[in-house]
């Protein structure tokens, strides 16, 4: 009943830019801290950047300087502004949220939601 649906990948090369969305829809009562994260082909997957309810904000050093992470609250919506695009930044992008929904008179409960993931591909 809770959705995230990513958008804003392709393929640019080295040094481009690219605005990745992440929207949240369903039966939502609050969101908490909302993130991205990144898989590379045959690697983990690891944190890129979240961002509280509160706009406090963290990145991974790899990132730190080029990509910015925003949320618009009342759209249920956060972003990744990425700038001077490498090409070991190629990978699959996948946005997280910690979602609250209501349960009635027994009160609220947060889960992480994942949304399928987009690719960027960085490349000449």
């Known amino acids: 009943q809770v959705q995230l649906v990513e958008s804003g990948g392709g393929l640019v090369q080295p040094g481009g830019s690219l605005r990745l969305s992440c929207a949240a829809s369903?039966?939502?009562?609050?969101?908490?801290?909302m993130g991205w994260y990144r898989q590379a082909p045959g690697k983990q997957r690891e944190l890129v950047a979240t961002?509280?309810?509160?706009?406090?904000?963290n990145y991974a050093d790899s990132v730190k300087g080029r990509f910015t992470i925003s949320r618009d609250n009342g759209k249920n919506t956060v972003y990744l502004q990425m700038n001077s695009l490498k090409p070991e930044d190629t990978a699959v992008y996948y946005c997280?949220?910690?979602?609250?929904?209501?349960?009635?008179?027994?009160?609220?409960?947060?889960?992480?939601?994942w949304g399928q993931g987009t690719q960027v591909t960085v490349s000449s």
């Open positions: 997280r949220a910690e979602i609250s929904r209501s349960l009635g008179y027994l009160g609220t409960r947060k889960s992480d939601y």
């Open positions: 961002i509280t309810s509160g706009g406090s904000t």
């Open positions: 369903g039966s939502i009562f609050s969101i908490s801290t």
